[in-house]
């Protein structure tokens, strides 16, 4: 027999389910299979057989496979074969635009994207390449591979295959992991190949597959043996004639019923040959078949890898080229090796892992280490033209020919080179398998460029990356221990600065200070450097998050100082950004947004995203906190445009879009809030992205008075946050479960969240929603001792537990000069508390409540700091509790009238129902009965119409186009488009024409009496 080349058979069941995920994912719908089995039984086969299938229906099909390596492992290698095959199969005038933003970030990957020849790209300085934003890189790399893949999936079904998982890389599974998550809609099938006989019970792809298959998009076939029906068709096909029964017995016998050794058995049962007792000795008689050149090309191939090309393999034979190639034609016709498929590059590879396995272990040691050797030389010596040599191949090769000088040099290449990918893990084994290396080698900080210390260094940083912060402060110290302070202060500067983050994110805030500070005291002054401002910078922050604003304002500016006279752009960036927050704490806000504004500037004018998305989201943050709330969402809105352009629109474009919702809410802009975050969570936001989204969305929720769903989006957030951890965060999730709990009747709940949260200490003063934590500890405070005042015997003994408690609030409230001490202020700002008015205002007037007499002066100024700011969820609670205290004060009945009418409309108008509840029983109690200013506002309530989009309606209703009614109220024509969308989701209505004409008739586009309705805030 020459050859194999048999018809499919078997696997019908298997075979549909595969065929109905391409229905599906035709339909729109992506899937992702996993095809599982032991060695031999078909899994390879499975999926090219239904790859042909999909091509004849015109899919694109594109793939690669993961490689066993002893060392270090090469990154993305089954998507580096895919994206090569990609290329070779689009057509020349479609690649640029299918590549689109991502040519960049994966000519790093496949060299045949840069758009000119390139040399040895300079390594990364120390401490400097990807720094604290290396995993906020990485996405970004993988949400332009899900960009490039839904662009063709545009044009093309795209079904991308990835085999024998079992040896992929931990770049690869992150890839897959994240593709699974986001892949929510388009013409794409991911086929991904297990081999479970190398599934050990500890075997890190488990847990990977175990989570994957959650996704109810992932779906799980796994292969068994051919039964006896199968196993006849399998040999009638090999032997060309029915097999005789007892070649049947045998053959099931021996093989189980495993279509790879059936294959073999009946190649040698049809030669004539005997047959083995062990199925190995089945694989090395087939070998032992071939002629003495061929067997030499198969064990020269054996040391490959997975595919070889033929030049390659011409140089390592070292013999004519005719020889070398009628050996391997005949391996070929063998069925030994085969043209390699889908890879994109001409090669051959083994026809099964096995037979690879089986050759490669028959090398002798010396004979192993001389192939290898041979590998990498041939590597080495690759045409500068070509995309080059792996540098993991070449530690690879190297190290396995026990050449540990060049092996060294090789491992800290392709370290560099993983980190250039983002692939961390990779890029850490690297790194570290050199300093195992390192004392093996003679004068080996003679022969690398790099010394031991650097690859510390970087090797810490990746282990910091992964996640794996233990050993990366185990890694710096170590390093730290072999340096003379004294002799090099400025790199045990350094040092202490990256320690400095390692020991921040693992949550040992206190200490990564300390490194902080020592690295401000060694590195030197003189000579100015930008490694200074750049240590001064972090130290700021880090003073900032502790409280410590007049040191972190201090030497943020000697930072910025040095930054702009050593031309430091990014340190400077650095330096603005901690000086505005420090200069926001102490009342200074428009000099403290000046110079976070300037900061942003220097991200544009340097252009790098991941710097550029910091500066949107910081910015928009921070005008945020200074109640300048309409330019955050400004801000924000530009954000996103920016990153939509870019194609990073699900990872930094998600984030602000978080910003913007967060704005809206407080802009009393509630349904665009709810559009906004239901989009970007279905488009597949992840990690502390979906958590920022969800804690929005919560807030909405329960502002709504939706509190099932809150409760739903509070568990989903706890198994988020044990995931990825939610530091930015916590205050915020805090704030919208101690909100939940007030509105539900438990304040005590309320108060011991709030009390939990700052017993615990993870909140620096400099987060922002440590004011409105604050406040709601105080509203429950008083909640809890009104419902105790209010007991039927008069008795307040039930509160005095409850009182201890607010009484150490109100203590750690002065301490953190968030009430100003002796006397509770009555109204306006409070100078020395973070951030804006309103929210200074609404503390002052939540703590007046827990006087015996409450005073309306404080809630006068909340509402007027809140309409200054436009927070009309605010402007309504304000109006609220002005109503209570004027009645608990026995105030005239048309003040009391007036400030429940008005806080009514705005309630009203909003959906909000919690609070509308708690107004319509201050109302009953007052005996004041509500105007109909406020039903008809209910009429149109009905339909959860904002005033915004009653405005919007109305100019539809004059025939305006998206772009015309932006340019009138002062949005974008995309914020316009969303606008008419929930107007006639909310309608309940297919058009425009069918939505003008139900307004008319129901009179929704009649002008409301004047004072009616919600404010709003026009950009």
């Excluded at 990609?86 to 689109?100: H, K, S």
């Excluded at 700052?758 to 409105?772: F, N, Q």
């Excluded at 909000?912 to 319509?920: G, K, M, N, V």
Aim: with cysteine; aromatic share 4%.
């Amino acid at each position: 027999m020459t050859g194999i080349d048999t018809a499919f058979v078997g696997r019908r069941l298997e075979l549909a389910r595969l065929r109905a995920a391409l229905d599906l994912a035709e339909a729109g719908e992506p899937r992702v299979v996993v095809v599982s089995g032991e060695a031999g039984i078909g899994k390879s086969r499975l999926v090219a057989h239904l790859g042909a299938e999909a091509r004849e229906r015109g899919w694109l099909v594109i793939g690669g496979a993961c490689l066993e390596l002893s060392g270090g492992t090469m990154p993305y290698l089954p998507f580096v074969e895919a994206l090569r095959a990609l290329l070779a199969a689009l057509p020349p005038d479609r690649v640029r635009p299918i590549i689109g933003p991502a040519r960049e970030e994966l000519r790093h990957l496949v060299p045949e994207l840069a758009t000119e020849p390139r040399g040895r790209e300079a390594r990364p300085a120390a401490g400097a390449a990807l720094g604290e934003e290396g995993h906020l890189a990485r996405v970004r790399l993988f949400e332009l591979l899900l960009g490039m893949a839904e662009r063709i999936a545009a044009e093309w079904p795209l079904a991308v295959v990835v085999e024998d998982l079992q040896w992929g890389d931990a770049a690869s599974l992150d890839l897959i992991a994240f593709l699974t998550r986001n892949i929510r809609h388009g013409r794409m099938v991911l086929f991904i190949t297990v081999r479970t006989d190398d599934l050990g019970d500890r075997h890190p792809l488990l847990p990977f597959l175990g989570e994957l298959e959650r996704n109810e998009r992932v779906e799980h076939v796994e292969l068994d043996r051919f039964g006896r029906e199968d196993v006849v068709a399998q040999l009638t096909g090999l032997l060309g004639r029915p097999p005789e029964t007892t070649l049947v017995d045998r053959v099931i016998e021996r093989t189980a019923g495993n279509p790879f050794f059936v294959e073999e058995l009946a190649d040698l049962a049809d030669a004539g040959g005997a047959l083995p007792a062990q199925l190995r000795d089945i694989l090395v008689a087939r070998l032992g078949s071939l002629s003495e050149p061929a067997r030499e090309v198969v064990r020269i191939a054996s040391a490959a890898g997975r595919t070889i090309d033929d030049a390659l393999l011409v140089r390592v034979a070292a013999q004519p080229d005719r020889k070398t190639i009628h050996a391997l034609r005949e391996a070929v016709e063998r069925g030994i090796l085969v043209p390699a498929d889908g890879a994109g590059v001409e090669g051959y590879a083994f026809r099964h892992p096995l037979l690879r396995e089986v050759v490669a272990t028959s090398l002798l040691p010396g004979e192993r280490r001389r192939l290898h050797a041979a590998f990498a030389h041939a590597l080495a010596e690759t045409p500068a033209a070509g995309p080059g040599p792996s540098a993991a191949e070449l530690a690879y090769h190297w190290d396995a020919a026990g050449d540990a000088g060049r092996a060294l040099n090789a491992s800290i290449e392709a370290g560099y080179a993983a980190e250039r990918v983002y692939a961390f893990r990779e890029a850490q084994g690297h790194f570290e398998r050199a300093l195992e290396l390192w004392d093996s080698v003679p004068f080996a900080d003679d022969r690398v460029p790099v010394d031991r210390l650097a690859v510390s260094e970087r090797a810490a940083a990746m282990a910091a990356l992964v996640g794996d912060h233990r050993r990366a402060i185990k890694l710096t110290r170590a390093a730290l221990a072999s340096l003379d302070e004294t002799a090099d202060p400025e790199r045990a500067g350094l040092f202490h600065s990256r320690l400095r983050w390692y020991l921040w994110e693992s949550g040992d805030q206190e200490s990564a200070l300390a490194d902080a500070l020592e690295a401000v005291r060694l590195v030197p002054a003189d000579p100015p450097s930008a490694l200074r401002a750049n240590v001064l910078g972090h130290a700021a922050g880090l003073l900032l998050f502790s409280g410590r604003i007049e040191e972190s304002e201090r030497l943020a500016r000697e930072a910025l100082a040095l930054a702009q006279r050593v031309g430091a752009h990014e340190e400077e960036a650095l330096a603005l950004g901690v000086l505005g927050w420090d200069l926001v704490q102490t009342g200074r806000v428009e000099e403290g947004l000046a110079s976070v504004r300037e900061a942003w500037l220097i991200a544009r004018r340097i252009g790098q995203i991941t710097g550029l998305a910091l500066a949107y989201n910081h910015l928009a943050a921070i005008l945020d906190h200074a109640g300048r709330v309409a330019e955050s969402l400004q801000v924000a809105e530009e954000g996103i445009e920016l990153a939509a352009r870019l194609g990073v629109e699900r990872t930094f474009g998600a984030q602000l879009e978080g910003n913007a919702a967060h704005a809206l809410f407080r802009l009393g802009r509630w349904p665009e809030a709810d559009a906004l975050t239901r989009r970007a969570l279905e488009r597949g936001a992840a990690g502390a992205i979906e958590l920022w989204l969800l804690v929005v969305r919560s807030r909405l929720d329960v502002a709504r008075g939706r509190f099932a769903e809150a409760a739903r989006e509070f568990a989903a957030l706890g198994a988020i946050e044990d995931e990825v951890g939610a530091r930015p965060y916590l205050g915020w999730l805090a704030v919208a479960q101690a909100e939940a709990a007030v509105w539900q009747a438990d304040p005590r709940s309320a108060l011991d969240r709030v009390m939990a949260m700052l017993d615990a200490g993870e909140l620096p003063r400099a987060d922002a929603s440590v004011a409105s934590l604050a406040a709601l500890g105080l509203r429950a405070a008083a909640d809890l001792l009104e419902t105790a005042a209010g007991r039927a015997d008069g008795s307040i003994e039930a509160a005095r537990p409850a009182a201890r408690r607010i009484q150490d609030l109100v203590r750690r409230l002065r301490s953190a000069e968030l009430l100003s001490p002796p006397d509770l202020p009555t109204a306006g700002p409070i100078p020395t508390s973070p951030g804006h008015g309103a929210e200074a205002a609404l503390i002052a007037a939540e703590a007046s409540r827990l006087r015996a007499r409450p005073d309306p002066g404080p809630w006068r100024a909340t509402e007027a700091a809140a309409q200054a700011e436009g927070r009309v969820y605010l402007v309504a609670y304000a109006r609220f509790r002005l109503a209570a205290a004027f009645l608990a004060r026995r105030g005239g009945r048309d003040a009391v009238a007036a400030a429940l009418r008005g806080a009514d409309e705005v309630a009203t108008g909003l959906g909000a129902a919690p609070l509308r509840d708690a107004i319509e029983e201050l109302a009953r109690r007052a005996r004041i009965p509500l105007p109909t200013t406020a039903a008809a506002a209910r009429t149109t309530s009905r339909f959860g119409l904002t005033e915004r989009e009653r405005e919007v309606l109305a100019l539809v209703a004059e025939g305006r186009s998206n772009r015309e009614i932006g340019q009138v109220l002062f949005i974008s024509p995309k914020t316009a488009s969303v606008h008419v969308s929930n107007i006639l989701g909310k309608l309940g209505v297919e058009g425009r024409v069918e939505a003008v004409t139900m307004a008319h008739r129901l009179g929704l586009l009649e002008p409301e009496p004047a004072g009616a309705g919600a404010p709003t805030s026009r950009r």
